[in-house]
C-alpha cells in the first residue's frame, strides 16, 4: 500500500475556466493505468470553457447545484448524487449556477501517447449561452 504526496490545490486556468474555480489532483495514473480523478469547486457563476474528451469523461456531483450542456443541447441542472457522462469527443461545459457553489469529482482517462489527446479545449461559454433556459433533472 502506499499513500501518494498530494500536489496542493490548484487554480483553474483563464483560458480554460470562467470565474473561480480551484482543483484538487486525487489521482493520475502512471502506465499502464491512464485513470485520472480531480475534485474541481466552482463558485457561483464559474464553468469551464467548450471542451471534449478523447475517452469521455464521468461527472460525480457532491455538492451544490450544476450546470452542464452538450453543444446544441438543452442545458440541464444537476444535483447532488447525480452521476453524468460525456461519450468521447462530445463538447460540452460545466459549472456552477449562479446563485450556488458546486463541487464535482471529475473522472476520465488519458488515451495513451500514440492515440490523441487527452481533452481538447475550444472557447470560453459567453454569458448568454450559460444563461439559457434550462431544464431539472429532478421529477
Not at 21 to 31: A, K, S
Not at 77 to 89: K, L, N
Not at 104 to 113: D, F, I, K, V
Amino acid at each position: 500500500m502506499e499513500i501518494p504526496n498530494q500536489p496542493p490545490s490548484a487554480k483553474g486556468p483563464a483560458d480554460m475556466f470562467t470565474g473561480d474555480v480551484w482543483f484538487d489532483v486525487i489521482y493520475q495514473g502512471q502506465e499502464p493505468s491512464r485513470a485520472r480523478a480531480n475534485m474541481v469547486r466552482f463558485a457561483p457563476g464559474a464553468r469551464t470553457a467548450w471542451h471534449s474528451h478523447g475517452l469521455g469523461q464521468t461527472l460525480y456531483i457532491v455538492e451544490g447545484i450544476a450546470l452542464i450542456q452538450s453543444r446544441g443541447g438543452d442545458i440541464l441542472e444537476v444535483r447532488p448524487s447525480d452521476v453524468i457522462y460525456t461519450p468521447p469527443g462530445e463538447a460540452h461545459w460545466h459549472g456552477a449556477a449562479p446563485d450556488h457553489f458546486m463541487t464535482h469529482l471529475a473522472l476520465w482517462e488519458n488515451p495513451g501517447p500514440d492515440a490523441g489527446p487527452e481533452s481538447t479545449w475550444f472557447e470560453h461559454v459567453a454569458d448568454d449561452e450559460y444563461s439559457g433556459p434550462r431544464h431539472s433533472t429532478r421529477r
